[in-house]
């Protein structure tokens, strides 16, 4: 059964911190790994979009990296920011564009 | 503004009664998709369109939801006789079709929340 699972399922840290958020799945075929930002009542944002043969990518103080051979994937934050405070969400996409596989997600939660 | 669109915002009705959700997508997309979110869980794929032709409709909930993009453009989510448990966020999202990488962003509107009384 295709799967995203997550964790941890809510994380606390303190503005400046760093913090890695992990996301594991059984999807197959694969095409593309998402890491989505939601913010409370909002619609998702993308973060970033990675392919099979990409193991790093960054998006300003975001950084996700995957391992298609482990089907692991982790966003790491860097400098938290109190606007960072959002549910994290890991999606893969199998086969084609609307099949996406969504993740529960991480709410990440930054105090001052 | 060129982002996805989403009307109402908000939406409170009695059970029963019926609701349409409206979604402008950004202007040169030609795929729309509908997903309903609940409380901590990640949003759950209900019907996707690429340009007028509804493509997949397997998921939508019940026969009580339909979707319509009659040209192309924009799209109505229907829910008749709601019930309690319709009670969601619906969101939608637009993108460009890219068959052969298949690494459409997706990008959503702020979406439309349901409450059913």
């Known amino acids: 059964k295709n799967q995203v699972e997550q964790s941890p399922q809510s994380l606390i840290i303190l503005e400046g911190k760093n913090c890695t958020l992990q996301?594991?799945?059984?999807?197959?075929?694969?095409?593309?790994l998402r890491w989505y930002k939601q913010d409370t009542g909002r619609g998702p944002v993308s973060l970033t979009i990675?392919?099979?043969s990409e193991n790093t990518k960054s998006n300003g103080r975001y950084t996700a990296t995957l391992d298609a051979d482990t089907k692991q994937s982790s966003l790491h934050i860097t400098a938290s920011q109190l606007s960072d405070s959002a549910s994290y969400i890991c999606?893969?996409?199998?086969?084609?564009?609307?099949?996406?596989?969504w993740g529960a997600g991480t709410k990440l939660i930054i105090k001052p | 503004d060129t982002g996805v669109s989403q009307n109402p915002r908000h939406k409170i009705t009695k059970r029963g009664q019926n609701v349409t959700f409206r979604c402008d997508p950004i202007?040169?997309?030609?795929?729309l998709y509908w997903y309903r979110q609940t409380l901590g869980q990640g949003p759950e794929f209900l019907t996707y369109?690429?340009?007028?032709?509804?493509?997949?409709k397997s998921r939508l909930l019940s026969d009580r939801f339909s979707a319509e993009r009659p040209k192309g453009s924009f799209s109505t989510l229907e829910i008749q006789r709601t019930e309690q448990g319709d009670s969601a966020m619906y969101l939608c999202?637009?993108?460009?079709?890219?068959?052969?990488?298949?690494?459409?962003?997706?990008?959503f509107g702020e979406g439309s929340r349901l409450t059913v009384l």
């Open positions: 996301c594991n799945y059984t999807v197959s075929p694969f095409s593309n």
């Open positions: 990675m392919t099979f």
């Open positions: 202007s040169e997309h030609n795929r």
């Open positions: 369109f690429q340009n007028e032709a509804q493509l997949e």
């Open positions: 999202a637009s993108s460009s079709a890219d068959s052969q990488l298949n690494t459409g962003e997706l990008f």
């Open positions: 999606v893969v996409s199998p086969d084609s564009n609307y099949q996406l596989i």
